[in-house]
């Protein structure tokens, strides 16, 4: 069943049982009130139908809602009242599951600590295989319900198609790189849309189809999409978004440092110590010359956090640069750094550091609690 054929059985469905006035589009809008977006507009904005049954999503639907779009369509009070009553049977019965764009890739990405995380959507974006590979049939609905919205300009959309041929996309890795040195090379980059049924015909497209959408999320300002694309293909594009909460500090860091963009290197490294990356102090005083006062806050903050800057952290390690394990014996080599000698400062310098520090792990202990 196709998202039309949905709208197409439940309109049949509720002029079955006596709604005669109701207009096909009028069932695109009931359904999207059901699950609660105010339109259907809105819910193509932010999900899409999948081919999971409504009853496994344990969403019950908003009778008020539905109540509320009746009488906003012009529907008779009587017939309204009807398809409150009848609309909920006819999801749970035959109707498919919606699904948010992010909830799609929390569920491919595997993390269950995410907000957006939902346990049966993962069975939605469980790859199905049979004898002859991958089950092309499998989540039709989703896959038109995306296109469509990415069509529209959705970057979640984009980015939840790129999120389901990534697997199969990471075995490309020659053609890769070769667009990331030519997008270091040129700064720029384009990919032309390539479609399911393509990529059905020819898997050797999967790589082409992820490439656009990852792109294509990006360009709309997905941040979660620019930070990728940064990081595969050395995209510059993310340093030229305002800071946000949903940027890794040492990630921008060092796609700031690929870039030579030294002030933004800076800027992230001190967002990351803010933040009690001990890393980033280390740098930003060896690496950037941060003295003085400043330097001195990140000692102070480093002691909050029980990694004092100044100690030694040498220890045994593999020539790989992984753990010595005594059990398994071998060659060791020392690994880690030598503790960081500070010039002391002035009492009141001092104790303005101090206080600054204080500060800075008062603020990480609200943001990330007891540490």
Known sequence: MTIKEQAYRAHAFLRARGVASLKRS???????????????????HDATWCDMPFSVTGIDPDLSAIRARCQDLGLPADEGEQIV???????????????????????IEGYDDDPDWLEWVWHVVEPRYTASGRDIEHQRVLR??????????????????????????????????????????EGTWTSPFVSFAEIEANGLRVYDKHRHHLLAA???????????????YGDPAVLEQAPSDEMDPMAMAEIAAEHDDIEKVRFWLTVAAQEGDIGAMRELILGYGEQGEQAWVWMHLSRLLDDDLSQDRYEAINEDG???????????????????????????ADAAARQMARQLFAQINAECGPI
């Open 26 to 44: 009028h069932v695109h809008e009931l359904l999207a009130a059901a699950v609660g977006y105010s339109t259907h507009a809105a819910f193509q």
């Open 85 to 107: 009553e009848v609309l909920p049977f006819f999801l749970r019965d035959a109707g498919h599951a919606p699904v948010r764009f992010d909830a799609l890739i929390a569920a």
């Open 144 to 185: 038109e319900g995306l296109e469509q919205a990415a069509e529209r300009g959705v970057s979640a959309a984009h980015l939840a198609i790129a999120k389901l041929l990534e697997a199969e996309a990471m075995l490309f890795g020659d053609e890769e790189e070769r667009m990331r040195r030519q997008v270091m090379r």
């Open 218 to 232: 990006a360009r709309g300002g997905n941040i979660r999409a620019l930070m990728e694309t940064a990081q595969r």
């Open 322 to 348: 992984s753990p010595y394990d005594d059990d398994i014996g071998g060659a060791a080599y020392v690994g880690g750094y030598e503790g960081i000698n500070l010039k002391p400062l002035p009492s009141e």
